[in-house]
């Protein structure tokens, strides 16, 4: 111990821009029935401070209907955590932003290119962060 503060990014933004190349994330939402923290593992993308997933298996999700019934949630990003308030999106611009965001980080995705079935279909889910 040198007696100085941690060091750590003084604003969200720079600390979700340095966790952005991390694979997985992981989002607990709470059970709309059992009322209980759903943790999952997923892909996601980041904008600023807006967290974008992807539901392939669209409203079906259990992670997804729990987001319908309460969107307030909570995400680690590496050893990180923040608050967050999920929502759907609804925005043609902020849609193609998400889909280019994951297309593009998990399969290797350029402008020009077509989306896979999955980056062209999914839910597209976002969640405005917050440090914890």
Same mark, same amino acid.
């Given at each position: 111990?040198?007696?100085?503060? @941690?060091?750590? !990014?003084?604003? +969200?933004?720079?600390?979700?821009?340095?966790?952005?190349? @991390?694979?997985?994330?992981?989002? /607990? /939402?709470? %059970?709309?029935?059992? %009322? =209980? !923290? =759903?943790?999952?593992?997923?892909?996601?993308?980041? #904008?600023?401070?807006?967290?974008?997933?992807?539901?392939?298996?669209? *409203?079906?999700?259990?992670?997804?209907?729990?987001?319908?019934?309460?969107?307030?949630?909570?995400?680690? +990003?590496?050893? =990180?955590?923040?608050? %967050?308030?999920?929502?759907?999106?609804?925005?043609? #611009?902020? *849609?193609?932003?998400?889909?280019?965001?994951?297309?593009?980080?998990? #399969?290797?995705?350029? !402008?020009?290119?077509?989306?896979?079935?999955?980056?062209?279909?999914?839910? !597209?889910?976002?969640? *405005?962060? #917050?440090?914890?």
């Amino acid at each position: 111990m040198t007696g100085q503060p @941690e060091s750590r !990014p003084q604003n +969200i933004t720079t600390l979700l821009a340095d966790l952005a190349g @991390e694979e997985y994330c992981y989002v /607990t /939402t709470t %059970g709309r029935v059992s %009322g =209980h !923290p =759903h943790k999952i593992e997923i892909w996601f993308g980041i #904008q600023n401070n807006s967290l974008y997933l992807l539901s392939g298996g669209g *409203d079906r999700s259990d992670w997804v209907k729990n987001m319908r019934t309460n969107p307030l949630v909570s995400v680690r +990003i590496a050893a =990180h955590t923040f608050a %967050g308030s999920s929502r759907f999106v609804q925005d043609k #611009q902020e *849609d193609g932003v998400a889909r280019r965001l994951l297309a593009a980080k998990y #399969q290797d995705w350029r !402008p020009g290119q077509s989306f896979s079935d999955w980056a062209l279909t999914a839910l !597209p889910v976002a969640i *405005d962060l #917050q440090r914890v």
